[in-house]
């Protein structure tokens, strides 16, 4: 198959991308000292594998192919074939995802396809017989096939490790042992989830061919997950940054600096999607149409492509975009990552900086006074799981909705990760930092009341087509004061500012002495707390403090001895409320001397920077010779065919969720999704005139037990409101008949 976006360049050497790369210089001894840093840092922090790991994963991966050319026989046979063509009958494992690039951490699980032919069908065979088979096995725990899952999926663990097992039934009668699953004939006449289950491998392999050199990607790659974990802005269906996304991510860069090393390939990182125009999308090829007439990313055709915020689009037919998830919310948090990141990566090359700083974790926990609380409980694990499943995938939809509802006057961060109260059975929670919009003056006793905006998500959630007893789910608002203590570290709260900062140097110690946690354990639990970022918020919370004073805005006490609201409370602000997430501007680009090396080798596994050469002669082959000149080239390469769209100023509430959960939500007679789209989305999107209906206020959803922050007018009429609304702003309010609702959603009716 050929690789769309691939040429030659001038000086012979192979060009991959859509456009000419932004530099081709090579490393200088700084950059080579500082990647052999990085690749140490990395190592200390634990993200490779022992090689006792390592062999275990690949017996792990020789067993999965014989039991699946095992299955496939016995199937045949079962299905009355002749013995010469049980024989012939044969099925194969391909793996993708982060073991497939080669970025794995210790304790990853192993993406795996297995592809097999017509005969061999998905539900009787696969999730039957092979099913059936690795029950039996004493190597396989933890089955869990997901068969109703957009990409339907068979999970376990097999002698420990975790697989993800999805399967692609092509349209062949036999496979043959050396398959090329690049071809695009290989989706002729099969079904839809074999097209999707054949994606993950097709977009992996096609990563690898479309970077320069597959050693360096790998390396920028394992640093900007462990950024990503680190700085909370790692996970795909929270809206932010999923392992496929940032290889595409960084495999863009890889291509624009064809021969940096991943200290350099790291800052460029930073410098170009910190100047990036979204919704421009960021690709590693040209989309092509293709002859079979699968459905592919183009917003100049498909109005639902238009609404996607932050476009990354994968490179094998057909190509999506993989970050339908992102928000506006997302969006903002991780514009400000990107900033704060090529901030750092400019003080690293000047020296004031080291690694540490770019991978101090963001202090969640510091950043906002006001946090929403979501709780999910059932009634045993393997209900757990499944609500798990289905209300991260809802999650979303609450962000959406409050910022919707609030004008974007209140903005909503969510955490990425979940936590658990071990004393409660079978409970996960999850949180969402809450912020008043930043530069708009406050009014005085502004409050945002978002309870119905919680029952309507509450409700959307109930709907659930799987929903069983004893899942429930509870939204409260907390103060920062009022985080439980199971969410910290340790089960301790960190007391105040000394204490916190302490704590965060003997962490940045730790790390920096290679004994810190592991990048599994990065991903959101344990949240630590960085040192810059909270000497920033608190510094900006003082500045704020005093002006709010000055302007006399109201100021809410904290309830005196709750550890949660029991039911949602509107939100007073007073301008102390304000975290700040890096407010300063982006400081000019700059270079690094020029250099260049000879184009490195694609296939190793050894460590970059002792493998790379410097040659300082060969400065005239950087193409941009200045700041400003890369500056303008970073802007030349976002001009393509899809630079005149413009994604719609407001995204849809019900976008395209998580590709497992699509169609799940529960269609009741007058089902409340009709009911709150009619209501609350529609004008919102077509900008139709605001309605107002006759509010009726449930006793149970205005009770406000244990607020101090409301008065009782405020209580008995929850206000929906609604955008677009162009400052200055005036709020159109809809007013909910708010028992038809409830009755509508009731979930025994
Ligand atoms: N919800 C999802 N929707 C669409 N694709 C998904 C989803 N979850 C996983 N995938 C696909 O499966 C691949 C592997 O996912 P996985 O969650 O195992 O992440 P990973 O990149 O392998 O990182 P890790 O090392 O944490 O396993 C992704 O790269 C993506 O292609
Ligand atoms: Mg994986
Ligand atoms: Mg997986």
């Known amino acids: 198959m050929g690789i769309p976006g691939l040429s030659d360049q001038n000086n012979g050497q192979q060009r991959l991308g859509i456009t000419e790369p932004i530099s081709l210089a090579g490393p200088t001894e700084d950059d080579l000292i500082k990647t052999r840093e990085l690749e140490k840092y990395l190592q200390g922090v634990g993200l490779y594998e022992s090689q006792e790991e390592a062999v275990g994963r690949e017996e792990v991966l020789g067993r999965l192919d014989q039991i699946v050319k095992i299955w496939v026989k016995n199937i045949s046979r079962g299905k009355g074939f002749n013995e010469q063509l049980v024989q012939e009958a044969n099925a194969k494992i391909f793996t993708f995802g982060s073991y497939r690039l080669g970025v794995h951490g210790p304790g990853a699980d192993i993406d795996t396809l297995c592809v097999g032919p017509r005969h061999a069908s998905r539900d009787e065979d696969f999730f039957g017989e092979l099913r059936k088979m690795l029950s039996e096995m004493q190597e396989v725990t933890e089955l869990h096939p997901v068969p109703d899952a957009h990409v339907p999926v068979m999970k376990f663990k097999f002698n420990g490790v975790s697989v993800d097992l999805l399967y692609a039934r092509l349209a062949l009668w036999v496979i043959p ?29 096609q990563v690898l061919r479309l970077v320069p050199n597959i050693q360096t990607f790998r390396t920028t790659l394992r640093c900007m ?9 790692y996970s795909n269906v929270a809206g932010f940054l999923g392992g496929i996304n940032l290889a595409l991510l960084v495999a863009r860069i890889c291509q624009l600096y064809p021969n940096a090393l991943p200290n350099m390939l790291v800052s460029r990182f930073f410098r170009v999607y910190t100047q990036w125009r979204w919704p421009n999308p960021v690709m590693l090829c040209a989309i092509e149409e293709g002859s079979l007439g699968l459905p592919v990313w183009d917003p100049r055709r498909n109005p639902k492509d238009r609404y996607h915020l932050m476009p990354i689009i994968t490179p094998a037919y057909p190509c999506m975009n993989s970050t339908y998830n992102v928000t506006s919310s997302t969006l903002r948090v991780m514009s400000d990552e990107f900033q704060r990141g090529s901030e750092i990566c400019e003080a690293m090359e000047a020296s004031k900086a080291d690694w540490n ?17 979501i709780d999910i409980t059932a009634e045993n694990a393997d209900d757990l799981r499944q609500w798990k499943g289905w209300v991260e995938s809802r999650l979303r939809q609450l962000t959406l909705k409050i910022e919707r509802h609030t004008y974007g006057m209140l903005q909503c961060h969510p955490h990425p990760g979940e936590f658990s109260d071990k004393s409660r059975p079978f409970h996960h929670c999850y949180f969402m930092g809450l912020q008043r919009k930043q530069g708009v003056p406050v009014n005085e006793g502004e409050q945002f009341d978002i309870r119905l905006t919680v029952e309507e998500f509450k409700h959307s959630v109930n709907a659930y ?16 004061r009022n985080i439980p203590a199971y969410i910290f570290p340790g089960g301790v709260r960190p007391s105040g500012p000394s204490k916190v900062t302490a704590e965060n140097k003997q962490s940045s110690k730790l790390r920096a002495s290679g004994h810190g946690q592991a990048e599994k354990s990065q991903g959101g639990k344990g949240v630590a707390v960085g040192a810059d970022d909270v000497k920033k918020r608190r510094r900006s919370e003082d500045d704020m403090d005093n002006s709010s004073k000055n302007s006399k805005s109201p100021v809410s006490l904290p309830p005196p001895s709750r550890e949660v609201n029991e039911d949602m409370t509107p939100i007073t602000w007073d301008e102390s ?12 680009l700059c270079l690094t001397s020029p250099g260049e090396i000879p184009p490195g080798d694609s296939g190793t596994n050894g460590s970059v920077a002792s493998n790379q ?35 719609f100023p407001e995204e849809p509430e019900e976008l395209e969720d998580d590709t497992q959960y699509r169609n799940q939500v529960k269609d009741t007679a007058g089902s409340l999704k009709n009911i ?6 529609k004008p919102a999107v077509a900008e139709e005139p605001v309605v107002c209906v006759e509010t009726t206020c449930s006793t149970s ?29 005036k709020k159109p309010l809809i007013r909910l008949n708010f028992t038809s609702l409830v009755k509508a959603a009731d979930k025994s009716s």
């Open 577 to 588: 409320e304000v975290n700040s997430i890096d407010g300063q501007k982006s400081k000019k």
């Open 225 to 233: 997950r462990f950024w990503a974990k680190r700085r909370g802005v």
């Open 613 to 647: 050469p410097v040659n300082p002669i060969l400065a005239a082959t950087d193409i941009s010779s200045s700041k400003e000149e890369e500056k303008l080239a970073i802007e030349k390469i976002m001009s393509g065919p899809y630079d005149a769209h413009q994604a």
């Open 357 to 373: 700083a770019l991978f101090e974790p963001y202090p969640f926990f510091e950043s906002y006074k006001n946090y929403l609380q």
């Open 177 to 205: 042992e050396d398959l090329d699953i690049s071809q695009e004939s290989i989706l002729q006449n099969v079904d839809e989830q074999t097209v999707l289950s054949l994606n993950g491998c097709r977009v992996t392999d």
């Open 701 to 729: 959803l205005c009770s406000n037990e244990g607020s101090e922050e409301l008065e009782s007018a405020e209580l008995t009429a929850p206000l929906l409101t609604v955008p677009p609304a162009p400052a200055p702003l």
């Open 676 to 681: 709150t789209e009619s209501l609350a989305l």
């Open 465 to 480: 087509t799987l929903w069983k007893p004893g899942m429930d789910i509870h939204v409260s608002h907390v103060k920062r």
